[in-house]
């Protein structure tokens, strides 16, 4: 029930948001902070850094190639924090042409869209994951555990990997989603309309002409075209 006022919460303030792309910017951010600190682990020393691993998470989740080993390597006193000021910059300036590209009243629509699609979807799952916890939650019982406060603890772990998930969801999709203009969605529409109406015919063949075309003997027509 406290993690339902937390969702329908979320949800309110999305809808009501009047600068959605300030909230859409926040998450950015803390998707940023988290996915630093998984390869650069705070306290740690750079040989244990994965420079490498976060260069092909951010180029295969965003898109966005940064390069980061070489940039490191040539100044010892670049660490996490500087790290990701580079990577949000790299992103950033992704997000902005792409804002450029579509105008900012479609780009605010499909955050606010986008948003919501991806906090009820996980919500969702995330009920279902739930039902099943609680059914087999008394089994822990036998592992001479407190069934209750074993819900509690896991019910409590699931619902905040739930929340950074959608951080992530949200912020892939809309770095990388790709926006079609009408005329763009108009001009496809009619290649694919004329792919359907595309006809073989024999070189030779005739309207009199009987039986079939030989195979690989044959020229594509449009309908609508006459043969030379």
């Known amino acids: 029930n406290d993690q339902r006022k937390v969702i329908y919460q979320q949800r309110t ?118 039902d099943y916890l609680r059914q087999g939650i008394y089994l822990r019982a ?14 409590f772990e699931l619902f905040a990997d739930m929340l950074q998930r959608i951080k992530d969801e949200v912020t892939k999709h809309l770095v990388t989603v790709q926006v079609r203009s009408r005329e763009e969605v108009e001009q496809a529409e009619r290649a694919a309309h004329a792919l359907d109406n595309v006809q073989y015919r024999h070189a030779d063949f005739t309207d009199s002409a009987e039986g079939e075309l030989p195979e690989g003997e044959g020229v594509a027509v449009a309908e609508g075209e006459t043969e030379q």
């Open 142 to 155: 036998y592992a001479q555990k407190n069934p209750k406060q074993e819900y509690k603890r896991e019910a």
């Open 13 to 130: 303030e999305i809808m009501s948001a009047e600068d959605i792309a300030a909230v859409i910017r926040d998450v950015r951010a803390d998707v940023v902070d988290t996915l630093v600190a998984r390869h650069v682990p705070p306290e740690s020393v750079e040989e244990q850094w994965d420079l490498a691993g976060l260069e092909q998470v951010v180029a295969r989740d965003f898109g966005v190639a940064v390069e980061l080993r070489g940039w490191v390597g040539e100044d010892s006193n670049r660490g996490a924090a500087g790290i990701g000021a580079r990577l949000l910059a790299a992103i950033e300036g992704e997000y902005e042409r792409k804002v450029q590209q579509v105008g900012e009243q479609v780009m605010r629509h499909l955050e606010r869209a986008v948003m919501l699609q991806q906090v009820d979807g996980h919500w969702r799952e995330h009920l279902a994951a739930m």
